[in-house]
């Protein structure tokens, strides 16, 4: 979706997954804000969500 135009934005608790997940963006050349929050407690309004997806940054 991120080449259609969609803003993404990444959350874990794991400060060590948001490091390599963002290595991982800028080596696509890929905008992604991540935040190193638990899911539950972010702040976003439910209509802002397209969806949720769990991809472990190894694969």
Partial sequence: MYQYGAKWVG??????????ARKMSEELNQKVEY??????????HQS????????PCWS
């Fill in 11 to 20: 959350t874990d608790i794991a400060e060590n997954q948001i490091m390599q």
């Fill in 35 to 44: 935040l190193n929050v638990p899911t539950e407690e972010l702040k976003l």
């Fill in 48 to 55: 802002n969500l397209l969806s949720d997806t769990m991809r």
